[in-house]
């Protein structure tokens, strides 16, 4: 049971769970206190200032110096929170946040599959030896992957709840969106933006590899690869 | 509680010659240009749409509580819905996007705008009427097509629209990828239609508040329900245009053959989802404005005493008027968008919390000191605090877009969006129905069957939307049809169960509140003028106020929250009264600043 | 007062009900149209004469690709050996999987099936591939697979559909209304999946089996253009005439694709 309420987000799997977890986890502290108080001071002057016989409300119409404290008060909170947060999303989103070393690969999303092209032994996307897999993404741990993200019809949107990233894929554009996984094992790719009847089953394996095993599972795949 | 609510008022008043209404009844109640009409006809609508809406609701939880066991009574469905009993993934489609359409244009939004900005702006101002009585009437008999067409979508081949209230783009315009042509048409068709009737009703409130207040009620008297409603017809006459804009633009996609968001042909699906949220922010503060209105003028009669920092609830509205203009993109975080602008919509988005937050400790200012009187309408308003609080403070967690990005389109969105509106908006709907009852039906709603639903509502509802944060923060997805089929869902399985169970019981505890509405409606006990003992002008009329309102113009002397004040003997003192004693009286002053 | 503006309410609601019942009359016009077609107007004539044939390949057969159904066990279960997308059946030099039909010369009167036709989806493929309908004939489509299918019709000419059956065991019916060879059929939930039907205004085709063998039957005497079509490799036609009771013979030869 505790795991169903609880405030604690599931282990991660990429170097974004660093960056993003501390952001949630400070907001939660930050809104925890502000919920308990409000909510404590609404429940205290609700029985103290219960009505009673004989008795009156004070008379009073507001008064400047609050207005003053809760209005400063709550702005600077906000932009020290934004403040905060802006440092991650300009790694995890930025233009300049993607890696150099980062092995490109490129997925299209359609009703309803990921359909991931790998570069295949060069390394390199757009040459010959580039193979594609549908439903299958496989990565090499503890290195960057950059993704080509685009759409055959529909929006669809990349969401790996293990690496905390997530990126709509949108028909017509070629969005870039990267992650470093840092386990070795098997996550689930969803898709997060309504795009059909398929919507709920639009789900891929991610498979992170060692990077050995990665290379021997690309040999593999050179000739023997199935059409999607 | 039971002497508040059916004590008589201490000022009585002359309410001048008897007003003989001979007006035919299909002018009178049917095509009438009665404001106060016009709002009972809206909020019949609007409930009907409410329950509508919620039926939806009802279906989408069957299946994700238990995903592939037949829906009770499915089997009586098309087999485009269901197929030997089970929803078919098509239904609960467009029963998603029914859901949100229903309830956001045409529960919520007219429940709130049209029925008490309709309702309350001349019976508050002091003025008989709207300024423009037959638009006004227009506005209704517009929105009532509108409604009648949305839910024509349901009876034609390929059923409903079912690409998310929000309709993006190209999923929306391209039949193809749907199997739903006339039912995506449907919905453009009728928010069009409706954004017609949402037009005609805001810029008659803005006329009227701006032209039609009584002597003596100048800007700074205005209730808070009134300020909001203002500024919200404001964001309305801004907003549905653009609404109305790319609707257009995506009817053009579905039936001409234009290509505005469709990229095969050089289209841009972003555009549709620029031009949704510049609509669609502004329109969240439009369901939720009116609401922190109401709330406030309840609170302040519950609590028998003066709001607390009326100067900068009033500065607040119009904050977040003006704020909610620059924070669309909040919803676009992941959409590809540029991402410096993710940074600069964050800040924006941050900083419009601050407003919010002021109207919270300002709530908690006016009860503090208080005598508080629970009467119902006062527990959902202070229901409505406690319940917006959660939902403003879980909005911080996606306005910080690193976070945003996990949990984007998640159920915790969900959570977050059903804490304002169902939380914030819909508990204020329930306060205000309750509080204006007596006045529009001149009896009193049962007090007893009041709390019942109060207290049932409050449990329910939290057990429904609270554990979808959890959900969210687990990465469940929305507008999923199974959730099984993700093995990192199938272990929250148990608490998708929970939220079913809690949301039927929610369901079956607004029937009570139905129940309540429409037995009151015959039964009830005969409401007097005043049943709560407040200020405004509205209640110096009898329930119900007859056609054009006041025999005499009123004059007014003072804002609506005097309560307890040492003027007075009573702890109230309403706004048209001269002061008590002579000494010291205020003069009239004339209307206008 | 209070009394009529119930009667306000009333009214009110009366008009949504009338709305609601014009739309449930659509509804069920759309349902049933099959069903007109069915019993509308007399049957078009038929005779006893038979047009049957082979296909015949010649070249290299291509082999067919390899599906990849490691994501949904439940379809790949089905298989023993590595399933393959059956875009070439070919057997000792006959194809399979060709439509042959009477393109021109067929009577003109108004042709109703008695029967529905059928396709399943099972393990992942459907069954059959390649498959004709009358106009307004019924098609049954099967779920056998316990996993969602999507079945979207991509047609020209008729009005196209989308629609889903998330398990095992579920059937939907669905027709077209206007002649058109082919309406492709695919599943986008499986982006391997796809079939063509052939809709006529009469009930003169057939579909080759694996041995390429193929009749069409009942025709009435006279003098047909027949054409034959491959999803890869186009259509070809041939002209025959037949009496009453004959049987008549044409083979169609579709060559290879040059590698």
């Known amino acids: ?228 | ?593 | 007062m209070r009394r009529m503006m119930l009667g306000a309410a009333v009214l009110a609601v009366g008009v949504w009900g009338c709305g609601g019942s014009k739309g449930d009359a659509s509804n069920g016009s759309t349902g049933g149209s099959s069903a007109v077609a069915q019993s509308g107007g007399a049957a078009g004539p038929t005779g006893n004469a038979t047009v049957s044939g082979v296909i015949h390949f010649t070249g290299a057969a291509p082999s067919n690709p390899k599906i990849d159904m490691s994501q949904e066990s439940a379809c790949q279960s089905k298989y023993t050996t590595p399933p393959t997308d059956p875009q070439y059946v070919v057997k000792d030099a006959k194809l399979g999987n060709v439509f042959v039909y009477v393109d021109s010369g067929a009577p003109s009167g108004k042709y109703t099936a008695s029967a529905p036709t059928e396709i399943d989806q099972s393990g992942c493929l459907y069954h059959p591939r390649v498959f004709g309908a009358v106009v307004g004939q019924d098609i049954i489509i099967k779920n056998d697979d316990n996993v969602l299918h999507n079945i979207k019709a991509i047609p020209k000419v008729n009005r196209g559909f989308n629609i889903s059956q998330p398990s095992a065991g579920m059937t939907s019916k669905r027709s077209f209304s206007s002649p058109e060879v082919m309406v492709p059929l695919e599943c986008n939930v499986h982006g391997w999946m796809h079939a063509y039907v052939g809709v006529l205004p009469h009930p003169f085709f057939a579909t080759s089996d694996s041995t390429g063998a193929f009749a069409i039957k009942n025709l009435p005497a006279g003098t047909y253009t027949i054409k034959a079509w491959h999803e890869k490799l186009g259509t070809q036609q041939q002209t025959v005439t037949v009496g009453a009771g004959e049987t008549k013979t044409i083979d169609f030869t579709f060559s290879g694709p040059k590698a």
């Open chain 1, 1 to 228: 049971m505790d795991k169903f309420l609880s405030w604690m987000l599931p282990p991660g799997a990429s170097t974004f769970v660093g960056d993003i977890d501390w952001i949630y986890y400070l907001i939660l502290a930050v809104t925890g206190v502000a919920f308990v108080l409000v909510e404590v001071a609404l429940v205290v002057f609700l029985i103290r200032y219960r009505k009673r016989p004989g008795r009156k409300a004070t008379y009073i119409h507001g008064s400047n110096r609050a207005e003053v404290i809760w209005t400063s008060v709550t702005a600077v909170v906000v932009v020290i929170i934004g403040l905060l947060s802006a440092p991650a999303w300009n790694k995890i989103k930025g233009r300049e946040g993607v890696p150099p070393n980062a092995m490109p690969i490129g997925i299209e999303a359609k009703q309803f599959e990921w359909n991931v092209t790998y570069p295949g032994p060069d390394g390199k996307l757009g040459t010959k030896d580039d193979f594609t897999i549908r439903g299958q993404l496989h990565v090499p741990v503890d290195r960057p992957t950059v993704a080509m993200l685009t759409s055959q019809d529909a929006i669809h949107s990349f969401f790996v709840p293990s690496f905390r990233i997530k990126q709509d894929a949108v028909p017509g554009m070629h969005i870039r969106v990267w992650f470093q996984p840092t386990k070795v094992g098997e996550y689930e790719l969803g898709c997060a933006e309504l795009c059909g009847l398929g919507h709920y089953r639009m789900r891929a394996i991610v498979t992170v590899h060692t990077q050995a095993d990665y290379d021997r599972w690309v040999a593999e795949q050179g000739h023997s690869v199935a059409q999607r």
């Open chain 2, 1 to 593: 509680m039971a002497t508040t609510a059916t004590g008589t008022s201490a000022y009585t008043y002359d309410h001048g010659p008897a007003h003989v209404d001979d007006r035919p009844f299909i002018r009178k109640y049917i095509f009438s240009t009665d404001h106060k009409i016009i709002g009972i006809q809206f909020l019949l609508m609007s409930l009907t749409f409410l329950l509508l809406g919620g039926t939806l609701a009802m279906v989408m939880r069957w299946q994700l509580g238990f995903p592939g066991k037949p829906l009770p009574g499915g089997t009586l469905l098309p087999e485009t819905y269901t197929n030997n009993g089970v929803v078919l993934p098509e239904f609960y489609n467009s029963a998603v996007t029914m859901h949100g359409t229903f309830m956001v244009f045409f529960a919520i939004m007219p429940l709130l705008v049209g029925v008490f900005g309709n309702y309350l702006i001349p019976l508050k101002i002091g003025a008989p009427d709207m300024a423009f009585p037959r638009i006004n009437m227009a506005s209704f008999w517009t929105a009532v097509p509108a409604g009648l067409l949305m839910l024509a979508g349901f009876f034609v081949e390929g059923g409903s629209a079912a690409a998310g209230w929000t309709s993006y783009a190209p999923l929306s315009a391209r039949s193809d990828l749907t199997g739903v042509h006339l039912g995506q048409i449907f919905w453009c068709l009728s928010l069009i239609i409706l954004g017609l009737s949402s037009i005609m009703g805001s810029f008659n409130y803005i006329t009227t508040v701006i032209n039609m207040r009584a002597p003596g009620m100048n800007w700074f008297r205005l209730p808070l329900s009134i300020w909001a409603l203002f500024v919200t017809a404001c964001l309305v006459l801004l907003a549905i245009p653009v609404l109305s804009g790319a609707a257009i633009l995506l009817l053009f996609d579905q039936t001409i053959g234009t290509h505005f968001f469709d990229p095969q042909a050089g289209g841009q699906p972003l555009l549709w989802q620029h031009l949704f949220w510049f609509f669609g922010h502004p329109e969240v503060y439009i369901l939720i404005l009116p609401a922190m209105g109401m709330a406030s003028d309840i609170i302040a009669n519950g609590a028998r005493k003066p709001i607390f920092g009326y100067t900068s609830m009033v500065l607040a509205i119009i904050a977040i008027g003006f704020l909610g203009w620059g924070v669309w993109g909040h919803h676009m975080f992941q959409s590809g968008m540029n991402p410096t602008l993710g940074t600069t919509f964050m800040i924006s988005t941050l900083l419009i919390s601050v407003p919010s937050a002021i109207k919270t400790f300002n709530w908690l200012g006016t009860i503090w000191q208080g005598n508080i009187t629970f009467h119902v309408p006062m527990l959902h308003a202070l229901a409505f605090v406690s319940m917006f609080v959660i939902g403003g403070l879980s909005g911080v967690f996606m306005a910080a877009s690193p976070f945003d990005i996990y949990i984007h389109d998640t159920y915790f969105i969900v959570a977050h969006l059903h804490y304002v509106l169902f939380g914030g908006s819909l508990f204020a709907i329930f306060a205000a129905v309750t509080y204006w009852y007596p006045k529009m039906f001149g009896r009193m709603m049962s007090p007893f069957w009041g709390r019942v639903h109060f207290w049932l509502t409050l449990v329910f509802y939290n057990c429904t939307f609270f554990p979808m944060h959890q959900l969210g923060l687990h990465g469940h997805m929305r507008r999923i049809y199974d959730p099984t089929q993700y093995a990192f869902l199938r272990e929250m399985q148990p608490v998708n169960q929970f939220i079913s169970i809690s949301a039927f019981c929610l369901f079956a505890t607004q029937l009570i509140f139905a129940a309540n509405f429409i037995g009151s409606w015959f039964k009830g006990e005969k409401a007097p003028d005043n049943p709560w003992l407040d200020n405004g002008l509205e209640w110096t009329l009898p329930s119900p106020p007859p056609h054009g309102n006041f025999a005499t113009v009123p004059t007014v002397y003072r804002g609506p929250y005097e309560y307890s004040s040492p003027h007075s003997d009573l702890d109230y003192l309403p706004q048209n009264v001269p002061m008590p004693g002579g000494a010291g009286a205020p003069h009239p002053q004339p209307a206008g600043d």
